[in-house]
């Protein structure tokens, strides 16, 4: 996966509605990680509209992967629209799924594809909205001399502290933007005239900042 400086994602549920010749089209938006995640909405979605004529969806996720579907409508009608809706706004980690309840009246694939972006794209302008950038986890070994000091510089990178264990030696387990580890490893091992030990997780999750 490549890693990306920083991502858009959503933290809200929002939800929009609207009818078009009859045809009611509602649809949801939610922050997703996974796509294993993502088929839980869905069947959640399913149930929770068991009778809806169709269930559209798009999706896409920080690794660049995603996946649509028309569920039934002409193809490139539905789930393409709505990816196109979640690109509009550059969006990864998020889910949008579309229902609509047939109305009696056929819309015609133009129009079809409108309504089913239409309805994407209102519910991801409501949507609150977040900037993720990746983090990593750092262990931090050091003497008992030198917890000052790491106090005093993970504050100036917003690491955050996750555990401290006060044994023999004083280890430190923080979570960090990926950028920064070098320049903390460099600042750490001057400041402490070698006295410290930094392992780096190779794992990468991104943190709203």
Do not use: W
């Not at 044994?167 to 410290?196: D, W």
Request: aromatic fraction near 12%.
């Amino acid at each position: 996966m490549s890693i990306k400086e920083e991502i858009t994602s959503i933290v809200s549920l929002p939800e929009a509605s609207f009818k078009e010749k009859g045809s009611l089209f509602i649809g949801k938006a939610f922050p997703i990680e996974t796509e294993d995640e993502f088929e839980t909405k869905l069947l959640a979605f399913k149930k929770e509209y068991y009778d809806a004529t169709h269930h559209c969806f798009a999706y896409k996720l920080k690794d660049d992967q995603f996946r649509y579907s028309d569920a039934g409508e002409p193809n490139g009608t539905a789930g393409i629209r709505i990816y196109n809706a979640i690109e509009h706004f550059n969006l990864y980690d998020v889910g949008v799924i579309v229902v609509r309840y047939f109305g009696g009246t056929k819309l015609g694939v133009g129009p079809l594809g409108k309504a089913y972006y239409k309805s994407a794209e209102e519910v991801l302008a409501s949507a609150v909205k977040v900037i993720k950038k990746p983090f990593k986890k750092i262990a931090i070994t050091t003497g008992f001399d030198y917890i000052s000091t790491i106090h005093h510089y993970l504050p100036l990178f917003n690491a955050v502290i996750v555990n401290v264990d006060y044994s023999n030696v004083v280890s430190f387990i923080v979570e960090i933007n990926s950028s920064s580890t070098k320049k903390l490893r460099e600042l750490l091992i001057e400041a402490t005239n070698g006295n410290v030990e930094l392992s780096e997780s190779e794992e990468i999750f991104y943190r709203t900042i």
